[in-house]
């Protein structure tokens, strides 16, 4: 049935900065929130906003993301029109099987699925970021503007500006020019990732992109720049409130953090704007008689009979009596034994760390931030001191570990 | 091989001396253990054992029921064959306008049509009423292997008020040779109300009582049958408890904080499942303090719980303080308000400064969306 708005998800990213988080999973399964992955805020977003077909790209480690998804029941994309659909690569007749050479690609690859539903405007989307996004409202903008593309941005401050892909616009927020990481940028909008087109427009660059041979096709390095070269109407939406790329250690541990802020701007308690998830059936968490918990988040399956404070645990979480757990990330499973300190640092699934074990360590005063990371299904063994900044993927017998 | 067990589950009973907790509901949908009802441990025990298909009788009362049930997907009962169905009194209601059922095989009857239909060799009764994790899988194989006619489901432990439950007495071998009811002095094994029997006798048993008018299960099967029916027990060792007063509800509530009672209830093979409500994370604030309780999702507590139960989306304000509690889904403690030896039913609000207290064997109980 014809749509107004499709939207395609691209959820292939490695995140090879996260590498012992992303082994085995791809970015956008990585665990955040306590009880969310990070794909659940577009995923979220998008049924929130009434925008019930997503295509969701996978290309990198997709077991564990496409099981995750499932039918899509958690986020009521479970429909028998629309839905959630997973799209991996695929082999045409004739020809080898490619990987997704690009964003762009990713979507010329799918273009028969979204002429299934023969949309007004697709959605573009990341899997990396944690938002909370009306693209209802984004496409309102996009509709009053009357434009082939409207790019979502973020007012950045002006010495951020050198990081980000940011957008040069008129008086009438129209964009007049596009610059990659600008050494000397002219404005301070920052591109978030998420573009709507209008379908019929896009599809065009979409298959003279793809004929380009020389074209790298991608969204930011090709089809922008080449709309914009041919004069075609691209405006920016304004986006004012949380949004986080969680694309490294460091970023991941603060977002986690900023969730325990009651002030964060992306409020999870929001009930006209829930961020759904996948959980799986633990019955609540249990405090013991001696526990000390202090400015956390737990959730089911958690049991804590030691002290955790500044902390984001999720599922399944055991933190022994005489444990010690603080500004730290421990994700479902983890068991923290009696006597052992975690402090700043991410302990990834079902790894345990040993009794009096010493993870991370809290930064010297002026130091830079160092947060110890811990890869899943590990042995920390008793007594092991884990510095801080160090990324484990092996068990540890004991002794100093960097 | 479960594909040859139906359920059907009694969720019409109702129990006065649960007073202001099931003004809104029946004992079936009363909140228990922090997110659960009760009714999602007989539910869950089914379906862990592999039942498909589940007709659960309702009589009156049954709305906040199906609001927990929905479709049945959140214990994967919503299904294009059988699946969940809930069988209201349609039948029932012309013959006895007003009328309650007065017994199992009452309302059995009410639903003969349905039972005529069932798909199954086997059929399991119980109650919607227990909190209990029950293996029926392993249950439905002694049924089998043994060659008995009924078997019945039962513990050597204390579940609750002995006038209001049956006692088997059986042989070394297992057989029942004496079913007592409503006893003031209790012998032999408490009866969990859980019977496995095929779904041709059951027939049969439902059409003979319905035409002798005996309505009650225990009298019409268990004491007329004994002799001629091999019924024998199974005897459970696990944590079982029936919720029948205010002061028992409460009891049993705060043995949820022993963990040995937890590991009996939520076995990680066998989990009991309940209602989705996609809640975040609780959230302790700065200063806030939790100790010996059970917490559910999506609670925000910035002030002090000790040895209580909390529901999904409490809330426990700064400074105020929280013992011995019970408190459902939605209800808030504001800032300051003290509340002890409390089951404060959903959405209470328990104003800022406020001091209730009741006792541990008369918990003060407050009614839902009460303000006090």
Not at chain 1, 19 to 43: E, N
Not at chain 1, 47 to 71: A, F, H, K, M
Request: with cysteine; hydrophobic share 40%; net charge negative.
């Amino acid at each position: 049935m014809k749509k107004e708005c499709v939207a395609m998800l691209l959820a292939g990213g490695q995140g090879s900065r996260l590498h012992a988080l992303t082994s085995h999973v791809a970015k956008p399964a990585v665990p955040f929130g306590g009880k969310y992955r990070i794909i659940d805020f577009p995923l979220s977003n998008c049924i929130n906003s009434g925008i019930d077909t997503v295509g969701v790209l996978t290309q990198y480690r997709p077991l564990e993301l496409n099981s995750y998804i499932g039918n899509g029941q958690p986020w009521d994309l479970d429909r028998s029109d629309g839905g959630v659909h997973i799209l991996p690569p695929y082999m045409r007749e004739g020809e080898k099987g490619t990987w997704y050479k690009g964003t762009a690609n990713a979507i010329y690859q799918n273009l028969s699925f979204i002429e299934a539903y023969d949309p007004e405007y697709v959605l573009i989307l990341s899997g990396d970021h944690v938002y909370k996004m009306d693209y209802a409202d984004l496409l309102r903008r996009h509709k009053e503007a009357q434009a082939a593309c409207t790019i979502a941005v973020l007012e950045v401050p002006m010495e951020e500006a050198p990081r980000f892909g940011i957008m040069n616009v008129d008086e009438n927020d129209d964009i007049y020019e596009f610059e990659e990481k600008p050494k000397k940028p002219k404005s301070n909008l920052a591109s978030m990732g998420i573009y709507i087109f209008t379908w019929s427009k896009l599809r065009d660059y979409l298959i003279a992109d793809e004929a380009d041979e020389k074209s790298s096709n991608d969204f930011g390095k090709n089809i922008i720049p080449a709309m914009l070269g041919a004069q075609e109407k691209m405006t920016v939406y304004r986006f004012r409130g949380y949004w986080k790329d969680v694309g490294t250690i460091d970023s991941l541990w603060e977002a986690n953090m900023d969730m325990l802020s009651t002030d964060n701007g992306i409020d999870l308690y929001d009930p006209d704007w829930p961020i759904y998830a996948r959980s799986p059936i633990r019955p609540p968490h249990f405090t013991g008689p001696a526990a000390n918990v202090d400015h956390a988040m737990l959730t089911g399956g958690c049991e804590v009979y030691g002290t955790v404070e500044n902390s984001v645990l999720f599922h399944s979480v055991i933190v022994e009596e005489g444990a010690v757990v603080r500004n730290s990330i421990l994700m479902p499973g983890t068991v923290v034994k009696s006597g052992a300190v975690v402090e700043y640092a991410i302990i990834a699934e079902n790894t345990v760390i040993g009794e009096g074990t010493r993870v991370g360590a809290v930064p010297e005063a002026g130091g830079e931030l160092g947060i110890a990371v811990v890869a899943q299904n590990l042995k920390v063994g008793a007594g092991a001191v884990v510095a801080p900044k160090a990324m484990i993927t092996r068990n540890v017998k004991g002794g100093a570990v960097k | 091989m479960m594909k040859k067990l139906h359920g059907i589950i009694f969720s019409y009973l109702s129990n006065p001396d649960l007073r202001e907790l099931t003004i809104h509901r029946n004992t079936c949908s009363l909140p228990y253990g922090g997110r659960y009802r009760v009714i999602d441990f007989m539910l869950s025990s089914m379906v862990n054992a592999g039942i498909s298909d589940i007709g659960m009788i309702v009589h009156a009362n049954y709305q906040s029921l199906l609001d927990h049930l929905g479709s049945g997907k959140d214990w994967d009962l919503s299904r294009k064959h059988g699946g969940l169905r809930i069988l209201p009194p349609f039948g029932y209601a012309e013959e006895r306008p007003g009328g309650i059922y007065r017994g199992r095989m009452d309302a059995l009857a009410g639903v003969r049509s349905y039972l005529a239909n069932i798909r199954q060799d086997h059929v399991v009764l119980a109650g919607g009423d227990l909190a209990v994790n029950l293996p029926l899988a392993d249950i439905y194989c002694q049924h089998i292997d043994s060659g008995a006619d009924i078997t019945a489901v039962c513990t050597r432990h204390d579940l609750g008020d002995a006038r209001s439950g049956d006692y088997f007495t059986a042989d070394p071998d297992g057989r029942i040779t004496d079913v007592s009811a409503h006893t003031a002095s209790p012998e032999g094994l408490a009866s969990l109300e859980v019977y496995i029997l095929s779904k041709e006798l059951l027939l049969s048993l439902v059409d003979h009582c319905d035409a002798h008018n005996i309505p009650s299960f225990t009298a019409g099967v268990l004491q007329a049958m004994s002799g001629k029916l091999n019924i024998r027990t199974y005897e459970f060792e696990g944590y079982a408890a029936r919720l029948q007063s205010v002061s028992g509800y409460y009891a049993r509530s705060m043995e949820l904080l022993d963990p040995a009672v937890r590991a009996q209830l939520f076995v990680p093979d066998r989990p009991i499942r309940t209602k989705d409500q996609s809640n975040p994370s609780t959230y302790y604030g700065p200063g806030a303090k939790a100790v010996n309780s059970l917490i559910a999702d999506g609670c925000i507590i910035e002030g002090e719980v000790e040895n209580s139960i909390l529901s999904r989306g409490v809330r426990v304000e700064k400074g105020a303080r929280v013992s011995n509690c019970v408190l459902m889904q939605g209800t808030t403690i504001h800032a300051g308000a003290v509340l002890k030896y409390a089951i404060a039913d959903k959405n209470v609000q328990v104003n800022p400064g406020r001091m209730l207290m009741g006792h541990s064997t008369y918990p003060l109980a407050i009614s839902k969306n009460e303000t006090v």
